[in-house]
C-alpha cells in the first residue's frame, strides 16, 4: 500500500527553536529534510506509523510494512490501520481516539499466542503546523535482537562464525546444551566459546553478556527489499 509521506516531521522542524537548536531550513531543503528523515525512520527495525486525526496512515517505514504480514493482529486496510480481532479492534480505536483527543499515551497488547505482539500509541505534541490529533504507533519486534544488529557486533569484536552464532542463539534465549545439541557439539565447547566471547567483549557473566546485546541499536538491514 503506497501512503502519502508525513509531513508532521518538517513542520515540526520549521517551528519556533531555542538558539542552542540547529538554525530553520529554508524552503528549498525542507523536502530534502524530509526525505532525509523518512530514510531515518526506514533505518530503524521497530515498525512505525503516523496515524493523523482521522485514523488514516500517513507514512509507515520499512519496518512496519514487513511486520503487517498476514499473521500479524494489525493490518492495513486502505488507509486505516485496524485490528483482526473484534476486541483488539475496540482498544485499538478507543487507544487512537484517546491519543487523538486526550493526548494520552496507550501500550496495546495485541493477537493471540504466538502472534501476540505490543502496540504503543504515542500522541505527537500540537505545535505550530502540526496538525492536531497526530499519534505515532510502535510496534514490538518478533524477535529478541535483529540478527543484523548481532552480526556487526560480532565483526566489532572479533568474533569467529561459531562464536556468533552462539551469541545468536543465545539472545534467543536458548540454553548452552540446547546450543550444543542443535550444532551437534559438545557442551564443553559451547562453554568454551561463550568464555572467549565473554572475554573479547568484556562481559563478566552470561547476563551481562545478554544485557549488552539487548542494548544494540536496532538496526534494518539495507539489502532487504523496500
Known amino acids: ?38 530514510q ?30 498476514h499473521r500479524h493482529p494489525l493490518q492495513i486496510q486502505g488507509s486505516r490501520l485496524v485490528a483482526r480481532g473484534n476486541d483488539d479492534e475496540v482498544a485499538l480505536q478507543d487507544a487512537l481516539t484517546a491519543a487523538a483527543r486526550r493526548g494520552l499515551r496507550r501500550l496495546l497488547s495485541v493477537g493471540q499466542g504466538s502472534e501476540r505482539v505490543c502496540v504503543a500509541v504515542v500522541p505527537l505534541e500540537l505545535m505550530p503546523g502540526l496538525p492536531s490529533g497526530a499519534s505515532l504507533l510502535m510496534l514490538s519486534r518478533r524477535e529478541a535482537c535483529q540478527r543484523l544488529s548481532i552480526e556487526w557486533f560480532a565483526r566489532a569484536y572479533g568474533l569467529t562464525p561459531a562464536e556468533t552464532r552462539v551469541l545468536e542463539a543465545l539472545a534467543q534465549g536458548e540454553e548452552p546444551r540446547e546450543i550444543a545439541e542443535a550444532f551437534d557439539v559438545g557442551l564443553a565447547t559451547v562453554r568454551t566459546q561463550i568464555g572467549c566471547i565473554r572475554a573479547k567483549v568484556g562481559a563478566d557473566s552470561i547476563r551481562d553478556l545478554l544485557r549488552m546485546v539487548g542494548m544494540l541499536p536496532p538496526m534494518l538491514s539495507a539489502l532487504r527489499g523496500n
Open 1 to 38: 500500500m503506497n501512503v502519502a509521506p508525513f509531513d508532521a516531521a518538517t513542520r515540526l522542524y520549521n517551528a519556533p527553536r531555542t538558539p542552542q537548536h540547529l538554525p530553520r531550513p529554508s524552503p528549498d531543503s525542507s523536502a530534502l529534510l524530509t526525505q532525509w528523515l523518512l
Open 40 to 69: 531515518s525512520l526506514d533505518a530503524v527495525d521497530y515498525g512505525m506509523l503516523l496515524i493523523d486525526a482521522q485514523g488514516d496512515v500517513r507514512h509507515s517505514n520499512q519496518a512496519a510494512r514487513e511486520a503487517l504480514d
